[in-house]
């Protein structure tokens, strides 16, 4: 995870803070303390407009977590898990770590967040009403947080995955349907067309003069366009790599280098001529380590002569490994996030192949292209 704060737990799930979410933060605040509490009453003083600005806005985002916090409460309550929830630029998200099996799992977890808002804003309606007549600047901080929460709600509930509304539009065709790929291929259409309105709107707002809130528009679009694109590709990743072992994708007759080999030898002789990226580093029958094109890029030209591959290879201590019968796909999301490019497969201690994460690639393309499973 890139710059975030850890907060605390709340119900034994994580709570972060994304550096990101600074930015909104600040132009809420800004927002509420130069314009929304102004308006309320014009001779508020200016330190007052902050106060009530700054306590509004983190309540906004308390509401916030609440909404991602009922989510994940359903989301354990149907027997998942959630790893953490953070808060960043455009909201929150719950990391849930595995995505329901079920069309009625989905739907109760999905539509828990906007009732979560409902509630809220139900709340912080009533609350205004109590107090309009006896504090204003309280019951002016619950009029923001009504409009906000339901708001919340009424946008969540669009019908464009992976927003809530797509989640249970997804569900819904799901539990008709038994088919979870066309669902997901329906939501996530729903979910482009939905950021495209968005942008086109955005560019309206920008013409209007209304600049703030139409680049606003527009980078919510353009993040929902690539989450509904991504969301559709995962599954038909999963889906292409259902059954698919690594010793399915492994290959076997792989070129072995020695560790006293220099870089240069390594370049010319090697890759050069195999047009390999990586080679495992076997000396007397032993795997000693990897060395892959990675490590030759970071050493300058001029020392490829008098360095060695030992000095330059990731050592067999630090060296990522798989099983011939892992899963593809779990070694695939691994390769992806650690940016390996090869890794040996081992099985009691033996190297029984090289899993290069172009062949997976590869055998993705040609199952997606084609339809049909290669194996
Ligand atoms: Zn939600």
New binding site residues.
Partial sequence: MRNAWHLGKIFGIKIYIDSSWLIIFALVTWTLAGQYFPSQNQNWPLLLNWFLGITASLLFFASVLA??LS?SLLAIHQGGKVKNITLFIF??V?QIGEEPDKPLKEFII?F???LA?IAIGIISGAIWWFFHEVSLPLASIFRYLAIINIALAVF?LIPGFP??GGRILRATIWGFTKNLKLATRIASISGKVVAFLLILWGTRLIFSGLTLNGIWMIFIGWFLYNAATSSYRHLLVKDALREVRVEDLMITNFDTVPPGLSIQQLVDDYILRHRDRGFLVIEGGLVQGIVCLEDVKKMPKERWGNTTIRDIMITKNQLEKVSPGDDAGVVLAKLTAKNIHQIPVVQENRVKGILRRNDILNYLQLHTDLGVKTN
């Fill in positions: 909404h991602e989510h909201g929150g719950a999905a828990a967040g906007p808002s969540n927003l809530d």
